[in-house]
């Protein structure tokens, strides 16, 4: 069952209703999480605890990659594209280019996305920087390095 | 040897990693997660570890040694080799590269420069530590021994 489009209790979008049919019809009813990382250990890291706890992941280096991943790159709105089919996305904050929070704004500014849960990882422990990125609308926020019991909060949003 | 006494030896060994500091428990987490499906997951991430650092410790003594050091470019790399080791474990390494990181803020070369050959020092010796460790495992493995899980409330 799929809770993506109906997270925080609003109505769904045309849009995430088609995607709740479409992955309780589909073969695989897994949730598929973008994880987000510049660093490789830590995106093999991430990669092995969310299949560990029977997720799907896709993984991208940077911002733009996530953003392209999800249909978002060129500001098209493309529903069937990998992206309308995401659970989570979850991303470092530190990130040369566009950092975590950017992708974040990006993400909540988008009709189709916003309502994908967006958790964000830190080896930093700022308290202004949390701040800033739950009011932007992450749901979480979990300090590096990540472990199972991390891992199995972030579950807990998607169901 | 036998397989119950190169299993000791192992145990022993990897206590010792974490009894000296070099290793901590996200090391355990790692050593957790790998499974039949993937039964060289730590060896991998390991030497991700030691191709990012080796890479990282070489940008960084290129990035000291220019008449005028760019602290931003230093630091960027540090905070690199420190989320590397804080993701492997590799304690004593991510605690140099947390005080090399003042340094940069207050850039002062000096210390940074003093900082880089501790830091250095530390990746060598757990580099070496775990290259050791891996020998140990691949001994018990081939003499048909399983590999004992390492309960970190042991010590």
Do not use: W
Request: proline fraction near 3%; charge should be neutral; include cysteine.
């Amino acid at each position: 069952m799929n809770l993506g489009g109906s997270f925080d209790g609003s109505s769904s979008s045309s849009c995430s209703s088609r995607l709740n049919s479409k992955s309780e019809h589909g073969g695989d009813s897994r949730p598929h999480i973008l994880a987000v990382d510049d660093n490789l250990l830590d995106r093999k890291l991430i990669e092995k605890l969310l299949l560990n706890s029977s997720c799907k992941v896709t993984t991208a280096e940077n911002g733009l990659r996530a953003l392209e991943l999800l249909g978002l790159r060129d500001d098209q709105p493309n529903c069937s594209a990998t992206g309308s089919k995401v659970n989570m996305i979850i991303t470092d904050y530190c990130m040369p280019g566009m950092t975590g929070y950017e992708l974040l704004k990006k993400i909540k500014g988008s009709s189709i996305l916003k309502e994908v849960p967006v958790v964000i990882m830190s080896s930093e422990n700022v308290p202004t920087r949390i701040n800033k990125c739950l009011e932007e609308g992450a749901q979480m926020f979990i300090l590096k390095p990540l472990k199972q019991s991390d891992v199995k909060k972030l579950r807990c949003l998607i169901y | 040897m036998e397989v119950a006494l190169m299993q000791r030896r192992l145990e022993d060994y990897t206590k010792s990693l974490f009894m000296e500091g070099l290793l901590d428990a996200q090391f355990l987490q790692l050593q957790q997660l790998q499974d039949d499906s993937n039964p060289e997951f730590v060896r991998e991430v390991v030497s991700l570890f030691f191709e990012d650092s080796q890479k990282l410790l070489n940008d960084l003594t290129s990035a000291l040694d220019q008449q005028i050091v760019d602290f931003r470019k230093v630091d960027s790399y540090v905070h690199q080799l420190k989320g590397s080791s804080s993701s492997i474990g590799a304690q004593r390494v991510k605690n140099t590269c947390i005080v090399f990181r003042t340094f940069c803020e207050e850039q002062n070369a000096e210390g940074c420069v003093r900082c880089l050959q501790q830091v250095k020092q530390e990746y060598y010796l757990v580099k070496t530590r775990l290259e050791t460790l891996y020998r140990l495992e691949q001994q018990v493995v081939a003499a048909g021994g399983s590999i004992p899980a390492v309960e970190f409330n042991s010590f």
